[in-house]
């Protein structure tokens, strides 16, 4: 396909969606367990379990979708069809799981967390894939996701100031930031949605004679190089960032003794949205994974100077948190983009555009990193018998700092490890689109 002109109102629109999906990640990783463990009273271990169950369900979804949205051509659009589907599942689930009431067990909150991470797979492969389709530019597809993560990350400072305004009430607790909280994205969602669904255009796909074939669709897959090693980073970067996240309220609460988390992570996500031209401007620079790279490094070493804080630092840890705020964007935006251009290199081969199946295997990949960064730190916690409504043995205190610091700030380090290694430059890229254009202009030649 060649490369065809993105208009800023086009690249704006597309982005929308993630403004309401923004919202609801930030909320489930810090509210959900004080709500249900410190007020609805379920076992802290068994939440961490039913996180990484719903998790596991994402390996049959996930590529599912993903091949569905591929080869399912509806008259609507192949990529519209589910924005539809996700948006519905994804207001079911978030109303059963940010507003639950009193008597509710372990299994309701299974089948809640479970639709949501439904809708999530419903709405962000097609999504993904959608944007990946837009441009074939190197840099275009950067300011692409760059609009996404903007978004994104406005979404989650909407995430922090309903949180802080809430508490700043008298007797509020994380139930009633749930319940606020789902009442923006009820409304939220399905307004983003309708402006993707009627501005932003579906690119034709290309109609592949060859059958589809899962088996040598997933062999090419993993013979991509630059795909294996990015996937590979999100997982463990992933993992690294949520274990961490999933903690933040009771290191900073028990550890540190900061009062309002809420107005902490509205200074990270502004940090994070203001630094979002910076980053673009350096991985256009620098090239994307070297810019990735850098933000890997300097969350690592923000994460393991989080060790040296103690209580009554809170000056200490909200100047770290925001220096680590400043490197989320890249975090966020650049990997969506190197995801597209690796699909390139299948393109380039196949002559097909199976871009939902790239995202689909990363966002099970990078789940999988959700799971096991949502659960891990609360079945470590759960076994010292870690006090959720508030820690004060000293013991207990150690082991949440290691985990909040120490493991986290170490995988970060694998990860940056491994990105700075990726070798999918631009230059390659570009000899990559030369040949998949040749090829396209050869066969749309008249003989």
């Not at 999530?120 to 840099?139: C, F, K, R, V």
């Not at 290309?206 to 590979?232: D, M, Q, W």
């Not at 610091?405 to 230059?427: C, D, F, G, M």
């Amino acid at each position: 396909m060649p490369e065809q002109n993105v208009s800023l109102k086009t690249i704006l629109a597309y982005g929308s969606l993630s403004l309401p999906i923004g919202t609801i990640g930030l909320p489930i990783a810090i509210y959900l367990a004080p709500l249900y463990a410190g007020q609805l009273d379920l076992s802290l271990q068994m939440i961490g379990v039913a996180f990484l169950f719903a998790r596991l369900l994402d390996f049959i979804t996930d590529p599912l979708v993903g091949v569905l949205s591929d080869r399912w051509r509806p008259s609507i659009g192949r990529r519209r069809v589910w924005l539809l589907l996700g948006t519905v599942v994804m207001m079911s689930g978030v109303f059963l799981l940010f507003r639950p009431v009193d008597g509710i067990n372990i299994y309701y909150f299974l089948g809640a967390v479970s639709l949501v991470y439904f809708g999530y797979t419903l709405l962000g492969i097609p999504y993904a894939a959608w944007g990946a389709e837009l441009s074939t530019n190197y840099h275009t597809r950067t300011r692409i996701t760059s609009s996404a993560r903007f978004f994104d990350i406005s979404g989650l400072i909407i995430s922090t100031l309903i949180p802080a305004v809430v508490l700043a009430r008298a007797g509020a607790n994380s139930g009633d930031v749930m319940r606020e909280l789902s009442t923006f994205i009820l409304i939220a969602l399905p307004t983003a949605a309708t402006i993707v669904f009627f501005t932003v255009p579906e690119p034709d796909a290309p109609r592949v004679k060859t059958p589809f074939s899962l088996r040598n669709s997933l062999g090419l897959l993993a013979s991509n190089g630059p795909f294996s090693r990015i996937v590979l980073v999100l997982l463990i970067g992933t993992i690294g960032e949520v274990f961490r996240q999933t903690i933040t309220l009771f290191f900073a609460r028990d550890v540190v003794g900061v009062t309002n988390i809420g107005a902490v992570y509205f200074y990270y996500f502004v940090a994070a949205l203001v630094m979002v031209p910076f980053w673009l401007w350096l991985a256009q620079r620098i090239e994307k994974h070297r810019a990735l790279t850098l933000a890997f490094v300097i969350i690592a070493i923000t994460n393991g100077s989080m060790f040296f804080v103690g209580q009554g630092q809170e000056f200490a840890f909200i100047a770290l948190f925001v220096i680590k705020g400043a490197c989320y964007g890249p975090v966020l935006m650049l990997p969506p983009a190197m995801i597209a251009d690796t699909a390139d290199i299948d393109t380039a081969r196949t002559r097909d555009r199976q871009q939902g199946l790239f995202y689909a295997l990363a966002a099970m990949i990078q789940k999988i990193g959700y799971a096991l960064g949502a659960s891990l730190p609360l079945i470590i916690l759960g076994a010292i018998d870690f006090e959720s409504r508030g820690e004060t043995a000293p013991h207990a205190l150690n082991v949440l700092t290691l985990c909040y610091s120490v493991i986290p700030a170490v995988l970060v380090l694998v990860a940056a490890w491994l990105t700075i290694r990726y070798s999918l430059t631009e230059a390659r890229h570009r000899e990559i689109r030369k040949m998949i254009d040749s090829e396209i202009t050869t066969r749309e030649t008249p003989a």
